[in-house]
């Protein structure tokens, strides 16, 4: 094990069977050297994103969110340019230089809305960097927001394996497309965020090393991993949620991986262990995402179930989260926190 974990630290690809003794394994090493690798990279610094999940409308019917247009259950809200701008009027003060626009497919924001949203969030924070994460747009989509100045995308591939993807997702879906748009964001200059859920149903150790070798290809600026947790009215209702341990092992091996890579500490973690989030840190992660939308919103913001820190105001999200940060030995940075590579 531990000559597998010092092959990834020399930056040396593994053989498929080396990656599933890693993903396996149940040894402290591999986070004590993730950790050491982090440190290298980013010190002791943990960079904070304010989520504002500015849209619960969603056209598409992936088969584990809560979100899904075939939950009628769901209540859907939208934000308002102002309302949005308020989040981040609040966020500021709190320390938050990235904010991060999260939503469904929603077809009521077009470009043209949201070009007029990025660009009044760039013009009243300017020392801001501005991510959005709302599925898959066409190429020209993605241009016109990354030319009204948005910075980052994040756009989780789910999985690598196109058999897999189809048993996650109706035909109208594809994991090729996904995957085509990651390029396309790459290809225009955005920071890039793909990422994964560990434990979704029918997923293998192979299908997870798949998502290691896409990740190794893509080399994308940040990562999103977090478990898999059913949502009570979708297809995927009573089925386990992911593996906490095996969320932890992928965290750390990407970080052996890509050094510089951003790696959150999901709420989806600290949603199955309450110190979920904590351990992510401990296993090689570098950025939390605290939630900044409005709390009348929140509970309707339901990818899954049980979802933490829905009640809450970001103000008590952000303390909550600094003492924890600072209980295991780590520091907020008020900082945009961009990756290694992207620093100006
Ligand atoms: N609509 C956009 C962004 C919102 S969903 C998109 O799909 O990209 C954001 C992420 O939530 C998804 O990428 C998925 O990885 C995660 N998610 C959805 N349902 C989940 C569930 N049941 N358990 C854990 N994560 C989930
Ligand atoms: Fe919509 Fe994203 Fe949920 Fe899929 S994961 S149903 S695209 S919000």
Excluded at 39 to 63: A, D, H, P, W
Aim: with cysteine; aromatic share 8%.
């Amino acid at each position: 094990m531990e000559e597998f974990v010092d092959k990834l630290e020399a930056l040396q690809i593994l053989e498929r069977e080396e990656f599933k003794e890693l993903l396996l394994c149940n040894d402290d090493y591999i986070f004590e050297r993730a950790r050491c690798v982090a440190q290298n990279v980013y010190g002791k610094n943990i960079f904070m994103r304010g989520l504002i999940e500015f849209t619960s409308y969603c056209k598409n019917n992936c088969y584990y969110c809560g979100l899904r247009a075939g939950n009628k259950e769901a209540e859907r809200y939208r934000l308002s340019k102002d309302q949005i701008l308020e989040c981040c009027k609040t966020g500021y003060p709190l320390g938050f230089r990235t904010f991060v626009l999260q939503g469904g497919e929603d077809a009521h924001y077009t470009d043209e809305i949201l070009v007029d949203i990025v660009r009044e969030i760039k013009a009243t924070f300017p020392d801001c960097a501005v991510t959005l994460s709302i599925g898959e747009r066409s190429y020209e989509s993605y241009e016109r927001l990354f030319k009204a100045g948005t910075d980052r995308y994040l756009l989780r591939h789910e999985t690598a394996n196109d058999e897999h993807y189809k048993t996650l997702h109706p035909d109208s879906m594809s994991c090729a497309n996904r995957k085509k748009c990651l390029y396309d964001l790459k290809k225009i200059g955005y920071q890039v965020g793909c990422g994964l859920m560990v434990g979704t149903p029918n997923q293998t150790l192979e299908h997870i090393v798949d998502d290691l070798l896409f990740i190794k290809e893509l080399q994308p600026q940040m990562v999103g991993i977090g478990p898999f947790i059913p949502h009570s009215n979708t297809p995927f209702n009573g089925k386990n949620a992911g593996d906490v341990h095996l969320t932890l092992n992928i965290l750390a091996i990407l970080r052996l991986m890509q050094p510089n890579l951003l790696i959150p500490a999901t709420t989806a973690l600290g949603t199955l262990d309450t110190r979920g989030r904590e351990q992510g840190i401990l296993a090689g992660a570098n950025v939390i995402m605290p939630n900044l939308s409005p709390v009348e919103v929140r509970k309707k913001y339901m990818l899954y179930d049980n979802k933490i820190c829905t009640g809450e105001e970001a103000a008590e999200c952000v303390n909550c989260m600094k003492n924890r940060i600072k209980q295991i030995g780590y520091e907020i940075a008020i900082s945009r926190g961009d990756c290694a590579e992207f620093q100006r």
